[in-house]
C-alpha cells in the first residue's frame, strides 16, 4: 500500500468499556459482525482491528473524524441492543456502558503500519498469546 492509494484520512479509534463488555468469543465476533454492517453503509474502511474483553482497536480509513465516530456510535449502539436481546442473557451492560473513545489521526504511512502492527501485537502484550504468527518484528 502506498500514500497514494490511501484516499482519505487514516485514524486509530479505541472503544473502551467501563467492564468486560466483549467478555467473550461470541460477544466479540457479535461486536464484529456490528461494526462490518456499519462499515457497509458508511464511507469507510477498516485496516486493522483488535477487540479484547474491556476495548476494541481500528485502524480506519475515511474522509473525516465525524464519520467515523458516528459510524462507531451506532454500531456501538447496535450491539447493546443485540446484547441484551440475546438468549439467556440475565445480566445487561447499561446503554453507557461504552467509556471513553479515542481518535487521532495518523498522518503518515509509517505512522498507520507503526499503528496496525501495534494493534496486532496487543493480545501479546497483555498476556492473552505468547507469540504472534506471521507478523514481521
Not at 462499515?39 to 486493522?48: F, N, S, T, V
Not at 439467556?88 to 479515542?102: D, H, L, N, T
Not at 502484550?125 to 504472534?132: L, N, T
Amino acid at each position: 500500500m502506498t500514500k497514494e492509494e490511501i484516499s482519505e484520512k487514516v485514524y486509530y479509534h479505541v472503544v473502551q468499556g467501563s467492564r468486560y463488555i466483549f467478555s467473550d468469543e461470541r460477544n466479540k465476533k457479535r461486536f464484529l459482525d456490528v461494526v462490518a454492517e456499519t462499515q457497509g453503509k458508511e464511507e469507510w474502511q477498516i485496516y486493522a482491528f483488535c477487540i479484547m474483553d474491556e476495548q476494541a482497536y481500528f485502524i480506519i480509513e475515511a474522509p473525516c473524524q465525524e464519520i467515523v465516530l458516528d459510524g462507531m456510535h451506532r454500531a456501538e449502539r447496535s450491539y447493546v441492543y443485540l446484547y441484551h436481546q440475546a438468549p439467556g442473557r440475565f445480566g445487561c451492560i447499561p446503554v453507557p456502558a461504552f467509556g471513553e473513545e479515542i481518535t487521532a489521526e495518523l498522518g503518515s504511512l509509517d505512522e498507520i503500519a507503526d499503528s496496525c502492527r501495534q494493534i496486532h501485537r496487543i493480545p501479546l502484550e497483555k498476556g492473552y498469546v505468547h507469540r504472534i504468527c506471521g507478523l514481521p518484528e
